[in-house]
């Protein structure tokens, strides 16, 4: 029930209409019976300023950004945490009484979807593929957390710009080709490319150069063709989707200061995506 006490929470993206996070979020405030509700707003580029201001104007308690504007974003607010910062891109921004301050809880997103499959990432070396919003991501949380990053990407100097970005904070090193000689010395793989989403989308990486003792994750969800791959070989594999429940658990404890109800979150999310 909206009443006029009712907190509003909001994402931000062009397009929207595919967003899952409005079921996971009214899910988990009608769970703890918090008047709060969660709602789309298709936000184009050129409005993307007003819309920001507009959180202000209308006394919107936050929201989430998505695709195209988590690094645009960032100049139009107050405030930017650390690792939003290294990043350089925003997806959860929290209105504190007029302030906006921009998160990015990608990172810690993928972190906790490998701690919640029991993988430890200290010392663990991570073939990183991809060097665009969410492989930053995903590197920031491996060097945070103590692991090291070996990086590929097809632009081969968005890798070298992503190890100079990051160069402060661990072990990152660019790897030029992957061949055998290479996926031998890694113990975790990442696929934090956009490839496996379309039908027709090449693999980021030939599954020969998978071996059972990888760990093989893969940001893109629900599943990708190289996943199933990865499995066959028997690779422990481990899918986006947990990246994008912890994102939102993540996202939801930064708005509401609470902790959130996990449990409920995880099997919204699962259920809507095994329809
Ligand atoms: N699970 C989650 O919670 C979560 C969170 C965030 C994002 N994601 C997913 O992560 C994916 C990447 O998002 P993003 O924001 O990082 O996108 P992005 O900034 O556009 O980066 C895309 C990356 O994919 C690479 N790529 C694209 N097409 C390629 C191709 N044909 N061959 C080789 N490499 C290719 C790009 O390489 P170039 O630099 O060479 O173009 C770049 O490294 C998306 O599918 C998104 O949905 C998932």
Redesign the pocket.
């Given at each position: 029930m909206i009443t006029g006490k009712t907190k509003i929470i909001g994402i931000f993206g062009d397009p929207v209409e595919h967003t899952l996070s409005p079921l996971i979020h009214n899910e988990a405030f009608q769970y703890l019976g918090l008047d709060y509700c969660y709602v789309p707003f298709h936000v184009k580029k050129e409005y993307l300023k007003d819309a920001v201001f507009a959180i202000k104007a209308l006394n919107i308690k936050g929201v989430n950004i998505?695709?195209p504007h988590?690094e645009v974003v960032i100049q139009y607010l107050d405030e930017v945490s650390e690792e939003a910062k290294y990043i350089g891109?925003v997806?959860t921004i929290l209105n504190n009484e007029g302030t906006l301050k921009g998160f990015n809880t990608?990172s810690q997103?993928?972190v906790l979807?490998l701690k919640d499959e029991g993988i430890l990432i200290k010392d663990k070396k991570f073939l990183v593929?991809?060097?665009?919003?969410?492989?930053?991501?995903v590197v920031y949380g491996v060097l945070k957390e103590g692991g090291e990053v070996y990086i590929y990407?097809?632009?081969?100097s968005?890798?070298w710009a992503t190890k100079e970005r990051f160069n402060n904070l661990g072990l990152i090193e660019v790897v030029n080709t992957i061949d055998k000689s290479v996926t031998e010395r890694m113990q975790v793989i990442v696929n934090?490319?956009?490839?496996?989403?379309k039908k027709d989308?090449?693999m980021?990486l030939s599954p020969e150069l998978l071996l059972s003792e990888h760990i093989y994750c893969d940001?893109?969800?629900p599943e990708t063709p190289l996943m199933k791959e990865a499995e066959k070989i028997g690779c422990k594999v481990i899918?986006?989707?947990?990246?994008?429940?912890?994102?939102?658990i993540a996202a939801f404890e930064i708005w509401t200061a609470l902790q959130a109800p996990v449990e409920i979150m995880k099997k919204t999310l699962y259920k809507v995506l095994t329809k």
């Open positions: 998505t695709v988590k891109a997806n990608d997103g993928f979807s593929l991809g060097a665009g919003g969410a492989a930053k991501a990407n097809r632009t081969l968005k890798a934090a490319t956009s490839l496996g989403l989308d090449p980021p940001i893109v969800y899918g986006g989707t947990g990246m994008l429940l912890w994102q939102a």
